[in-house]
């Protein structure tokens, strides 16, 4: 481990059968990726508990969750502050251990699959040695591990390219602004090619235009390496723009409420679709979820109320 869509007219179904069929993909082929069919999900979490403490003072963080994951899908978590989101992935990650439920990860357990190096893992804070350059920061998994000089060298110059510093390569950290730091994070979270990008809440420290930049630099870094990605966040319209499916969790203790398939592709997407009227009907579906009413609906009732109340 390392730092850091067919249209047409459909039968009317029931809810609780399209909820299952929104959130279990282990089965299909990922939306814009490259794996074949049948190759395991990259995310496949069953009836996952996550308690901490004993007693009166035991927090019940997270409660049956239920989520899959394809390989090369983009999937964002989104819900209120302590709704278990960052701990989920952390589940994923081997950082933490479910209280009760399983997690795999390729089709293996979530310690084997951090013992692989199968998944990469970004933080808000780029975690970058100050003393080191950037080009030493995005060798540092591949020197861990034993790769050699040559190796390193040329790894190193391809995802500098990738995340646009080739230029870069002998600044140091403190040379560069917050975004071009989170992209030395990405690039080493990507230096042993995993299959997975863990990102919890990667762009939330940096000012409004630099993150919809690093989201759309993302979306190409995506479309170039064909990683699964599951991406913690705040942002509806982030996760809207970044995801082929955005999770929607219940306050503590956290549970998936609803789940919303964007439309299109993802590794297609550009900033283009910010103004698109589907964009902003998904945008707006995740938001009647996060707070469990129809707002278009509830301003009506509330525009009619005042209406009567001055009559």
Known sequence: MTDLAKTGDQ????????????????????????????????????????????GRRQVHALSDVDLTVAAGEFVSLIGPSGCGKSTLLRLVADLDTVSEGTITVFGKPARQARLDQDYGIAFQQAGLLPWRTVAANVELPLRLHGASGSERKARVAE???????????????????????????????????????????????????????????????????????????????????????????????????????????????????????????????????LHGRDDDATAVRAGGAEEGGRS
């Open 11 to 54: 039968p009317d179904r029931p809810a609780d059968a399209d909820r299952t069929r929104r959130t279990d993909r282990a089965e299909e082929p990922a939306r814009g990726g490259d794996e074949p069919f049948g190759t395991p999900a990259a995310i496949e979490a069953r009836g996952v508990e996550r308690r901490f403490g004993r």
């Open 159 to 289: 995802l500098l390219e990738l995340v646009g510093l080739g230029d870069f390569a002998k600044s140091r950290p403190d040379q560069l602004s917050g975004g071009m730091q989170q992209r030395v994070a990405i690039a080493r979270a990507l230096a042993e090619r995993p299959r997975l990008l863990l990102m919890d809440e990667p762009f939330g420290a940096l000012d409004e235009i630099t993150r919809e930049r690093m989201q759309t630099e993302l979306v190409r870094i995506c479309r170039e390496t064909s990683a699964a990605v599951l991406f913690v966040t705040h942002s509806i319209p982030e996760a809207v723009f970044l995801s082929d499916r955005v999770v929607v969790m219940s306050p503590r203790p956290g549970r998936i409420v609803d789940v919303v398939e964007v439309p299109g592709s993802v590794r297609e997407r550009t900033d283009d679709v910010r103004d698109q009227p589907d964009f902003l009907h998904s945008v707006h579906r995740v938001r009647t979820a």
